[in-house]
């Protein structure tokens, strides 16, 4: 089988990592993938030409090879648009749009005429859109969430901790607290750093942050001893693993993958209580956080809970390809 990702662009980026991990799935049930977006990073070119077949211009020729087409961006249903009439095999295809964003109703409503018209499948990535779609969606709709591949088995997880906490001369006895973000508003890094600063005195804690962003001169004016700033990282993963708790700062997200991401590597995860976060942390989230809460042995742990991984995306994605 063979599958066309529809993108705007190829580079790194929320939808493209999203296409990236469906094709990584795919390729273990045996459905290659190409994508299909105007060139912008030769790196991220270079990082995914392994896995999948790269074009810079759809075609009637890649949509009458494929069986399967994932709509990633809005722009590229119109382009779709000019294909829809020609006789490329209509029938016998997939067309599954994915929504990455929460769209105003306005939009929305506009843009479920054109899924409607274009496409057999729709793919709801979150709860928080549930009422929406069901209301504006006639095609087939499936509940996937977007899962986070692993990169590193648990039996890894030892050393890997031993490592980094080696190189950041990090005490193994200590606690790590970890915030990963861009630092912009609504990622709440102040909050990240006035909770290190509150527990400046204890010994047997480190605050560990990973990125960098507009609100960085908020990281630069904190002179405490107990928070590292590691900036932006390729890989995130090893410093979770290296952690034991993570802190969840985030309000407005309509499937955050950082969360996932501490789920999947078994962290204790503090979020403020939100639909989405409720949703994944089984409802064990906090209407307000605080420096207490550190040292509350009831912080919900990824163990616990329902993993969006390789092993439910493979499920989920064998039951969508079935034509």
């Known amino acids: 089988?063979?599958?066309?990702?529809?993108?705007?662009?190829?580079?790194?980026?929320?939808?493209?990592?999203?296409?990236?991990?469906?094709?990584?799935?795919?390729?273990?049930?045996?459905?290659?993938?190409?994508?299909?977006?105007?060139?912008?990073?030769?790196?991220?070119?270079?990082m995914i030409s392994p896995m999948v077949k790269i074009s810079h211009k759809l075609s009637g020729g890649l949509l009458r090879k494929s069986d399967l087409v994932f709509v990633h961006s809005n722009v590229n249903l119109l382009r779709l648009l000019?294909?829809?009439?020609?006789?490329?095999?209509?029938?016998?295809?997939?067309?599954?749009?994915?929504?990455?964003l929460n769209y105003p109703l306005w939009k929305f409503r506009l843009?479920?005429?054109l899924i409607n018209l274009l496409c057999t499948d729709f793919i709801r990535i979150t709860p928080v859109?549930?009422?929406?779609?069901?209301?504006?969606?006639?095609?087939?709709?499936?509940?996937?969430?977007?899962?986070?591949?692993?990169?590193?088995?648990?039996k890894e997880w030892t050393h890997l901790k031993n490592d980094i906490r080696a190189k950041l001369a990090?005490?193994?006895?200590?606690?790590v607290?970890?915030?990963?973000a861009v630092f912009k508003p609504g990622k709440n890094v102040g909050e990240f750093i006035a909770l290190a600063d509150a527990m400046k005195q204890r010994k047997d804690m480190t605050f560990l942050?990973?990125?960098?962003?507009?609100?960085?001169?908020?990281?630069?004016?904190?002179?405490?001893?107990?928070?590292?700033?590691?900036?932006?990282v390729n890989d995130v993963e090893r410093y979770?693993?290296?952690?034991?708790?993570?802190?969840?700062?985030?309000?407005?997200?309509?499937?955050?993958?950082?969360?996932?991401?501490?789920?999947?590597?078994?962290?204790?995860?503090?979020?403020?209580?939100?639909?989405i976060n409720d949703f994944v942390l089984a409802g064990r989230t906090y209407d307000a956080i605080t420096p207490e809460l550190l040292f509350d042995s009831e912080i919900p742990c990824g163990a616990e809970l329902m993993k969006y991984d390789r092993v439910y995306a493979r499920r989920m994605l064998a039951e969508l390809i079935q034509l």
Do not use: C
């Open 177 to 180: 607290v970890t915030f990963s």
């Open 209 to 232: 942050l990973i990125g960098d962003g507009p609100e960085a001169d908020l990281v630069r004016s904190y002179h405490g001893d107990n928070l590292i700033w590691l900036g932006f």
């Open 1 to 46: 089988m063979e599958a066309l990702h529809l993108l705007n662009s190829l580079k790194h980026g929320g939808g493209e990592n999203v296409a990236f991990n469906y094709a990584q799935v795919l390729a273990t049930l045996n459905v290659s993938s190409t994508f299909v977006g105007r060139t912008a990073s030769e790196e991220y070119e270079r």
């Open 82 to 100: 000019a294909f829809r009439l020609l006789p490329l095999g209509w029938k016998h295809k997939k067309i599954v749009y994915i929504q990455h």
């Open 111 to 113: 843009l479920a005429v």
């Open 129 to 154: 859109t549930e009422k929406q779609v069901s209301r504006y969606i006639r095609v087939k709709t499936h509940f996937i969430v977007n899962f986070y591949l692993n990169k590193y088995p648990e």
């Open 170 to 175: 990090i005490d193994p006895a200590q606690t």
């Open 240 to 275: 979770l693993i290296a952690s034991d708790i993570y802190m969840f700062l985030s309000k407005f997200e309509m499937m955050p993958m950082a969360l996932l991401e501490a789920v999947n590597t078994d962290k204790r995860i503090i979020a403020y209580k939100t639909p």
